[in-house]
Nanobody, 113 residues
Framework: QVQLVESGGGLVQSGGSLRLSCAAS????????MGWHRQAPGKQRELVAI???????NYADSVKGRFTISRDNAKNTVYLQMNSLKPEDTAVYYC???????WGQGTQVTVSS
């Protein structure tokens, strides 16, 4: 059974930074694509960034140049470094293992103006 546990969310001022972490268990982590999504109030969940097992990476246009996704296969963890945060980045951020259809519980990120 795949388990994903996010951490690192919080309240930050506009222009600030946060790093999210997602620890995975129940899978051979290095073999699979991992992703970060977010859902703001009243909006649909959207893809933020995705990293494949060979470190091919894609970002949503809205976060390019500000967010960085990375993975540490030795720690079974995927990260999302978020810089230059904006109020519109406020959302619940979810870790995702798309090949399993598995999601974490989410971590709240709030950016104040």
């Amino acid at each position: 059974q795949v388990q994903l546990v996010e951490s690192g969310g919080g309240l930050v001022q506009s222009g600030g930074s946060l790093r999210l972490s997602c620890a995975a268990s129940g899978i051979i982590f290095r073999r699979y694509t991992m992703g970060w999504h977010r859902q703001a109030p009243g909006k649909q969940r959207e893809l933020v960034a995705i990293i494949t097992r060979i470190d091919s990476i894609n970002y949503a246009d809205s976060v390019k140049g500000r967010f960085t996704i990375s993975r540490d296969n030795a720690k079974n963890t995927v990260y999302l470094q978020m810089n230059s945060l904006k109020p519109e980045d406020t959302a619940v951020y979810y870790c995702n293992a798309p090949e399993f259809g598995s999601w974490g519980q989410g971590t709240q990120v709030t950016v104040s103006s």
